[in-house]
């Protein structure tokens, strides 16, 4: 599978989706541990990536998302930024407020189905 095809995918297919270095609870750079915080602030589970362990993605993700820098955090299919948005937004309460409707509406999706 293309690489792109399986970022789309990744995407698709988690509500709450963290790009980062490492993983949330061995964050490999700074960035990357003040957006896995303020993501795991929100109580909803989400996926991430670890683009050190995934090269390919590391090189093809930012010409995708036109985003240069990680982490990147996706929810819902949108980009949401990077690390200082997320900290900004996690200080107002909007993080909060983007995850939880986000995983609420794919739960009631799912039970529709």
């Known amino acids: 599978m293309d690489i792109i095809e399986t970022i789309k995918e990744q995407i ?3 509500t709450v989706l963290l790009y980062m270095k490492g993983a949330p609870n061995a964050p490999q750079c700074g960035f990357s541990a003040k957006a896995a915080q303020a993501v795991m ?23 995708y998302a036109n985003w240069p820098t990680f982490p990147q955090l996706w929810v819902a299919g949108e980009l949401v930024g990077g690390s200082d948005i997320m900290v900004e937004m996690s ?3 909007s993080l909060q407020a983007l995850i939880k409707e ?3 509406n794919a739960a009631a999706k799912k039970a529709e189905a």
């Open 91 to 93: 200080a107002d309460g």
């Open 41 to 63: 602030g929100c109580g909803e589970k989400f996926a991430y990536v670890d683009i050190l362990q995934n090269p390919e993605i590391r090189a093809n993700l930012p010409k």
């Open 12 to 14: 698709a297919n988690n």
């Open 102 to 104: 986000a995983v609420a």
